[in-house]
């Protein structure tokens, strides 16, 4: 296991589904991005923002250290393979940007529990018992896993970590990893779209 742990935010998609970008959501008026990347450096050594390269310029993913994908096409794991190639040595705490209920008793109670031989450490769904893998720790090496599974066509982070030897935990407060992704998901949160 390695010692260091580095946070990274998934902030690279396209929202296409919510119609705004996700990222930019905001509650108590810090953007849904700052929200996580601040709980993140609340546990991990170093924490960076992932997004796509037309994103670069976007003024609040710009407040923090970014890493741009280096690859197109296969959603999230473009991000936690972007990471890991800039970072290869050190264990990442993924976290995606849209889950507003996530908190650092979650986060804290995943690093306590990593495994310390396996690739994935994930907790369970609570509506499904499947891999939550968008807050989950994605061991140092574990790119070569990940690699297998997308030159094979496999690029759905939750099929990877399904298909994997993943340590899978309860979680210590269900719905922290509901997300949000529909207008209509956005109007049962306490988030709030950017004036």
């Known amino acids: 296991m390695s010692d260091a742990i580095y946070g990274l935010v998934l902030a690279g998609g396209e929202s296409r589904r919510m119609g705004r970008d996700k990222a930019l959501l905001v509650r108590d008026g ?71 209920n996530v908190d650092t008793k979650t986060l804290a109670y995943l690093l306590a529990k990593r495994s310390s031989d396996k690739p994935f450490t994930a907790f369970r769904s609570s509506h499904d018992d499947l891999p939550e893998p968008l807050c989950a720790i994605y061991r140092a090496g574990s790119d070569v896993l ?36 529909t207008p209509d998901d956005l109007a049962g949160s306490t988030l709030e779209a950017a004036s």
């Open 30 to 100: 810090q953007s849904q991005l700052e929200h996580t990347a601040t709980l993140l450096a609340g546990v991990a050594d170093r924490v960076f923002v992932s997004v796509r390269r037309e994103q670069q310029g976007e003024p609040e993913r710009n407040r923090f250290a970014t890493i741009v994908d280096r690859y197109d096409g296969i959603g999230p794991v473009a991000g936690i393979l972007s990471a890991m190639d800039q970072h290869a040595d050190v264990d990442w705490l993924v976290v995606a940007c849209d889950l507003p």
């Open 146 to 181: 990940i690699r297998e599974f997308v030159d094979a066509g496999m690029v759905c982070p939750r099929k990877i970590l399904i298909r994997s030897d993943t340590t899978l935990l309860e979680q210590p407060n269900p719905g922290a990893l509901d997300n949000i992704n």
